[in-house]
């Protein structure tokens, strides 16, 4: 069975365009959020932290060292696991991505969207950022939501949005964008799989 990789130099071989790797971080300069890793964890993304992973025991030492969340391109995760892990926005803005084995999104989920824009400030130098803009342009943005997951004590994270048609939260933070850091080609993946 093809890992990623494999299928990704296979189609190198043939002349077709890869997906850049990348990590993400939020951008929004001068607040708290700026900088904050964009991290897998739930099927979801949330704002620093660390990621969510699993290997299985048979892979023993050759289970990727997990430090980040790693992207192929915005479409999908950079992970060993056959079949790889598919990234989407569902219908009420939350970026996800697939579990393991799986191709099944949300009905009515986002596949892309996503496009480098430039961002100019009066108080800063112009910098480029990953956005998120709906099939019929009427919306779009990235947003960090406030969310208190079971069993933290009350402790906020912000999970991750696009500004869907359907988007309704409140209390959010319009984030200029997702900062990408480019890897090198054929950097190590991120992980087995995120979960």
Not at 32 to 53: C, I, K, M, R, Y
Not at 78 to 85: A, I, K, L, N, S
Not at 161 to 167: E, G, M, V
Request: proline letters at 8%; one cysteine or more; aromatic letters at 10%.
């Amino acid at each position: 069975m093809l890992s990623l990789r494999h299928a990704l130099t296979f189609f190198l071989a043939l002349g077709t365009t890869v997906a850049q790797i990348l990590t993400l971080t939020a951008s929004l300069p001068d607040s708290t959020l700026d900088g904050q890793p964009v991290n897998a964890d739930g099927e979801a993304f949330s704002l620093g932290g660390s990621p969510a992973s699993y290997c299985p025991t048979e892979v023993g030492t050759a289970c990727p060292n997990v430090t980040a969340t790693v992207f192929a391109g915005m479409s999908a995760l950079w992970v060993e696991v056959p079949g790889g892990q598919e990234v989407y926005v569902q219908t009420d803005g939350a970026l996800g991505f697939t579990q393991a084995h799986s191709a099944s999104v949300p009905p009515g989920a986002y596949i892309g969207g996503f496009s480098n824009v430039t961002v100019a400030s009066d108080c800063h130098a112009p910098w480029d950022v990953i956005t998120w803009n709906a099939p019929d342009g009427s919306t779009g943005g990235i947003l960090a939501c406030p969310e208190v997951p079971a069993g933290t004590n009350g402790t906020a994270i912000y999970q991750v949005y696009a500004k869907t048609p359907a988007f309704n939260k409140t209390n959010c933070v319009t984030l200029a964008g997702l900062l990408p850091t480019y890897l090198p080609a054929g950097s190590p993946f991120g992980a087995w799989q995120y979960i």
